[in-house]
């Protein structure tokens, strides 16, 4: 029997309230479907910061490197600051693993309602393909004149064609694979001056290369607007880091689904183990008190198993995940129901 | 009796179409209340470059330092390239008459339909403060082996203090003079290393200087999540010049006004012209049919009335405007309406 061997790294929060559950859930689903989890659990988070001055030891990322997949729960503290956490656990994570191609599934799913006024499921099922190594979250850059009234801080982008061309290849072949075969290109040349020019360049050479996809192109500013007005223009988008940070939570966000949704960190060419966590934070408000959102947490752990080629496993979670959404008595209190995080889990567990 | 010099630079499409009527409205507001406005209009636009390679003559800066302020249509057109046409004019204008502060105010209007779910005019009515000359757009930069499959481009944002004091002190002042007095910071100091710590040490500095103000901060990707979720939350908003352009046509999106808000290009000090624009752009699509919405155009020109200090005039002009879209016969098709451009003006030329 097939054995896959996962790093959990639960994090900070209700991070360390739904992971478990995830882990439960993908176990139960395994036993069915004749396959095995070893799982190996990471400790790794502000709490160790706090103890040890380090997120993660030395040689963390070495670690890591032998596991199948990694499925993290959420980083972050208040008291450490955010930078510390997360260039000290989740960044080098994404960029030594090379997981370049960061994406989430915008749909609004039955039960869950939308922002938006007359939106039903049919109207809001696209995919953000996000560039996750480069680009404006560069380590380039620095301050000078510090403390005095001519202080500056310099911040550099970086865009290589080789990382550029592979997230905009990683769209294309993405796009092949659903119905409606478009690509939608994330810009602001008409305002950035040199960074924004080349990644249009680059899309319209990659354009060239896939005459069965369809092409389009939007300004940040107007796109962010037209995911509002009209969410159902879009099939695969495709951005730079930082503009896919804002369109992958802006997206969610209008799917209803900021509580809920998975994100995956991908390492295309499966050299590194790639990484799924779910779109919340650790949520310190309500941490500790039980009544986290588990569906975050299982609904990622059904995209790692659709990773790691085990589908029916991943559709058994999804399909019963989607029905405890169908209930207010099985929903949390995020969504509009009653449930603990228990009884969400429960409910799943039994569909299953 | 007082006359004020204003430039008018129509621009391109419907830019052309929507700006005469607003200098009409404009000076019958003028004579309503005893003030008289000399106009100077320029043909600076798209046309013009093609024709001189120029998008306005060389000393146009210059020509423009003598106004009292601007009135500027839509700039682009699909036959000139986005970065010529706004390097070549929008962006030297701002930058040149240190026009750093863009002001939008976001307001869900009686008559217009905002696509968030059960949202009415309490609900949304905010400001965005966004830093305008500065920032992400910068003209650092540039390509390195280029051609090659090593290619790469650099962009590099500059943040001063000055310009990032100077930005933070105008929403503070602005927040003193509103009934919630609360500024909100847009940041991404957990992903973006140099200039967003930068930026977020100087909105505490400031923070501090105005302990009559209330404070908060987000991170840009959840902060555009919250318009649509919780646009009640927010007041004042500061942000980078990329991050304000962003929200700033978010804003208008889940305020349903993407088509009829103004935008004001601020030089505080009042050492140049300040500058007054619509959100909305050329629309090439729609440009020539006489079914422009000039509400855009009219909505901005009461604001650069009221920069002015004619605040009766002003608000008599947003009276009569707010009228028309009280009604389907007299907005246009973008606002659900069946009137036409002249249709829509002529009811506001009637109420006033
Ligand atoms: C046209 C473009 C350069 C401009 C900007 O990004 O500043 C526009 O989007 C705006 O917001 O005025
Ligand atoms: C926590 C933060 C650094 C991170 C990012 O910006 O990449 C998060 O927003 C995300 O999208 O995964």
Redesign the pocket.
């Known amino acids: 029997q097939k054995t896959y061997k996962i790093a959990s790294i639960p994090g900070d929060g209700i991070g360390k309230e739904v992971v478990p559950h995830g882990q439960i859930i993908a176990d139960v689903a395994a036993r069915q479907h004749g396959f095995a989890i070893e799982w190996t659990v990471f400790d790794w988070s502000c709490e160790t910061y706090l103890e040890t001055g380090q997120m993660m030891p030395d040689d963390g990322i070495e670690q890591l490197k032998k596991f199948d997949a990694i499925y993290l729960g959420a980083v972050g503290w208040p008291t450490v600051p955010d930078h510390v956490s997360l260039w000290g656990l989740l960044l080098p994570i994404r960029r030594e693993m090379n997981q370049y191609a960061n994406i989430r599934h915008i749909r609004l799913l039955d039960g869950v309602q939308s922002p938006l006024a007359g939106r039903s499921p049919e109207d809001i099922d696209f995919i953000v393909v996000r560039e996750n190594v480069e680009g404006e979250y560069s380590e380039l850059g620095g301050r000078m004149n510090r403390g005095t009234p001519d202080e500056l801080a310099i911040q550099e982008a970086v865009f290589t064609r080789k990382g550029t061309d592979r997230i905009m290849k990683y769209a294309f072949e993405l796009a092949q694979k659903r119905a409606r075969k478009q690509v939608t290109s994330a810009t602001k040349s008409?305002?950035i001056k040199h960074s924004m020019p080349f990644w249009d360049e680059r899309f319209a050479a990659m354009s060239a290369q896939y005459p069965d996809i369809s092409t389009n192109q939007f300004?940040i500013?107007i796109l962010t607007a037209h995911f509002v007005r009209n969410p159902d223009w879009f099939d695969v988008i495709v951005a730079s880091n930082l503009f896919g940070d804002i369109l992958s939570d802006l997206g969610p966000a209008i799917a209803g689904s900021i509580g809920i949704a998975p994100s995956a960190n991908i390492n295309p060419e499966r050299e590194f183990p790639s990484m799924f966590e779910p779109v919340h934070g650790s949520a310190p408000d309500i941490a500790g008190k039980g009544i986290a959102n588990p569906i975050g947490a299982i609904w990622t752990i059904a995209e790692l198993l659709e990773h790691l080629g085990e589908n029916a496993a991943a559709a058994q979670i999804e399909a019963a995940m989607q029905q405890s959404l169908m209930h207010d008595e099985t929903k949390t209190a995020d969504l509009g129901g009653s449930a603990t995080t228990q009884g969400c889990v429960d409910t799943i567990l039994n569909a299953m």
Chains 1, 2 share one sequence.
């Open positions: 008409n305002g300004h500013d």
